[in-house]
């Protein structure tokens, strides 16, 4: 037979764990609910951080008043209106691709249809008076530079998005032309490039004149690019898909935009130099204007190993 107290007892205590149970389950979606709302809030102020930290690194109130007194200055029409403006081709020069340099980049630079040009060679961390091969240049439109040492990123990703940037630095304070382009060393200009693009930058007034890249594979194909692939701009840029093709790779640059600059802080933002600075520009009011015609040849590393160079 039962005893009715130790029934009523596991009773009365059943029904106190069914409350303490209904209580902890209740404390835990609170307790869920609590967290989810503090992730919410560090995204936010996260954003908010970044956003601040990207204000300040971009310049970009700098960089506004920058374009301002640009355009104010006397020497603003000079690149317009020269019949034979200089054109600074900066090209930053990786030891290892010394070949390539000679092969490919430098000719092709040295033909270009339109004459007035200078070329700014910056070597990376090595002496180019100590290269026989590049003493053999004799060419007075042809300088070097370079910068004593290498700045290297651990991150490998990180280090390939910022690897030029003190070269192209270095490239644009020795410049004196007019206009500017940047050519990669391992890359190629069309004879035609620069006589195309400064006939667009004439005729439009635009201080930055882009067009299109031709990528060439190890099979022989090739890929016509214009500007940035889809998706490439990152959403806090405020450039949307009407941006289409304008871009600083594959362009031609007024010089009055030399004080702003590539930054090594294109790792910090995890995208490539050339968007950065197409961004900066975008965002201070420069005026952009494109071209269909290809003033690039692009062989990317990602595609050829040194081997097929």
Known sequence: MKNPLKAAFARALDRRFAELSAQIDRQQAELRDAVAALAAQSAEQQGRVDGALRYLLSEEAENCRRVEAMRASPEYLAPYEDPEPLVSICIPLIEERIDLFLERALPSALAQSHKAIELLVVCDGFDPSSEARLQAVDDPRVRFGWVTQSVINPHQHRHWLSASTLLQIEARRMSTGLWITELDDDDALPADAIELLLANARETRAEVVSGTIEQFAPDGSSTLIAGFPPGMLPAWSGLGADWKARATSAALVHSGLSSIA???????????????????????????????????????????GDDQR
């Open 262 to 304: 590539r930054q090594r802080t294109e790792d910090f933002f995890e995208i490539p130099g050339d968007l950065m600075l197409t961004i900066k520009l975008a965002r201070a009011g420069v005026r952009f204007a494109a071209i269909e015609d290809v003033v690039y040849d692009y062989y990317p590393g990602t595609l050829w």
